[in-house]
């Protein structure tokens, strides 16, 4: 089937499945919207992505009353984002473009998620064109659909525009939009990410003079952006004016000075963080620790770095399993010290709980073990990733095998191919 015919018969699918709640699909049965979220997130296929999500559409689930709001949005931009991944953007289009025709369009909530969704594959002009069409579609219009237009803006990575719609988007529907405490966060967070830390502040005060409240969001933004570009006594000044107001401090400012210290001070002053944050009933989580076992690897201190990643399930309960971040930190600085055997055994565990981390993490691993003659074991991995990664990512890392003669130069044992495809099957069982 040519990519026309695809695209015609992607576009026709999803018309049936809007039109018809009764539709049934042939790819994947009818699932909850709860059950397509967690296939979704182990999903990296683009195709397998959408046979989900269609399955979802079929049994009307995404539109129905009975489903969360929130669990609908986060199914589509899971989806949207493995489309993205793989720049399958006329398919991108084609999924969003099928949902208008949903009687649910009438709803704000509900066209605000197609926006977000354009954002999540940095198609920009086609969110702003379904914020300007809301009219048309009988869509009331109000900050909520304002907001989501501005984090279309973020997540399309376009910092410079979201001030430029902060101003102008309120003038054009001046008894309609109003922008309230997330519009103005959101703003912050265009000026932070765009390297213009002191507009951020500026804001912040000017949120503070008419009386906006500064949540503890915008707050983390902005004491991050300082840490990050150097600015440590503004950050700790900022840090003391939170306590001082009473400000709910919560997990996530806490590990922003984690991160600060990880990279500056060192583990004892890392630890040191924890500790002050379990004396005000904050538990310190995943990226807490991952943030000492970082600390840790930049010392070179890589058995410390292993002992809090081997703890990583006793500590405080289920909240502090190793995550991606935990898999790709350690396993990157193990074989920049050189510790490739090491960083195999952490890689196996990577792929059994579904968290393989990044190109470049494993680029790294592979080559090490190519250098040591370790062929099978480089083989091992390179199988993983092929069955993990977007096409896309497929495609590049076929080149990187080719330019190592991955499977040009003789192998050797194949324990490791054996060891690696028994634990995928266990994880799959």
């Known amino acids: 089937m040519t990519p026309s015919r695809l695209y015609l018969h992607f576009l026709r699918r999803f018309s049936t499945a809007v039109t018809d709640p009764t539709t049934t699909t042939t790819t994947a049965a009818a699932i909850t919207v709860s059950k397509a979220k967690s296939k979704l997130r182990k999903v990296h296929d683009p195709d397998k992505a959408l046979a989900i999500y269609n399955s979802v559409v079929s049994n009307n689930t995404a539109s129905s009353s009975s489903s969360s709001p929130l669990s609908s949005r986060y199914a589509m931009e899971l989806t949207v984002r493995r489309l993205a991944k793989s720049h399958r953007f006329s398919d991108v289009e084609a999924l969003i473009e099928s949902r208008k025709r949903d009687p649910l369009i009438k709803t704000e909530a509900f066209l605000s998620t197609l926006i977000r969704s354009y954002g999540r594959a940095s198609m920009f002009d086609h969110a702003l064109k379904t914020f300007e069409e809301m009219e048309q579609l009988g869509t009331p219009r109000s900050v909520v659909s304002f907001n989501a237009l501005l984090a279309a803006c973020l997540h399309s990575d376009n910092f410079e525009r979201v001030p430029h719609l902060f101003d102008e988007i309120p003038q054009r529907y001046p008894n309609v939009i109003t922008p309230d405490e997330v519009s103005y966060g959101m703003l912050i967070k265009s000026y932070c990410d765009s390297g213009s830390v002191d507009k951020a502040v500026e804001t912040m005060r000017a949120m503070e003079e008419k009386g906006v409240e500064v949540n503890i969001i915008a707050l983390t933004t902005i004491l991050g952006s300082l840490y990050k570009s150097g600015r440590t006594d503004a950050a700790e000044s900022l840090w003391s004016e939170m306590v001082s107001k009473g400000c709910e401090l919560d997990n996530t400012v806490y590990n922003v000075r984690l991160m600060n210290a990880a990279k500056e001070k060192g583990p004892e002053r890392v630890k040191e963080l924890m500790e002050e944050m379990r004396s005000v009933g904050l538990k310190p989580d995943t990226v807490s620790y991952n943030y000492l076992m970082t600390a840790y690897c930049v010392k070179g201190m890589m058995g410390e770095a292993k002992k809090v990643y081997e703890g990583l399930g006793e500590k405080e309960?289920?909240?502090?399993?190793?995550?991606?971040?935990?898999?790709?930190?350690?396993?990157?600085h193990l074989c920049i010290n050189g510790l490739y055997e090491e960083g195999l055994v952490v890689f196996k565990k990577s792929a059994v709980v579904h968290k393989v981390p990044d190109f470049k993490t494993c680029k790294h691993l592979t080559e090490g073990l190519v250098r040591n003659n370790r062929m099978e074991d480089a083989r091992g991995v390179a199988r993983v990733v092929k069955k993990k990664y977007p096409?896309?990512?497929?495609?590049e890392w076929k080149k990187l095998e080719e330019s190592l003669g991955l499977y040009t130069k003789k192998a050797g044992s194949s324990r490791t191919r054996q060891v690696l495809d028994d634990q995928e099957s266990d994880a799959a069982a």
Request: with cysteine.
């Open 317 to 332: 309960g289920c909240c502090c399993a190793a995550n991606a971040a935990t898999f790709r930190t350690l396993i990157f």
């Open 391 to 395: 096409p896309r990512l497929v495609a």
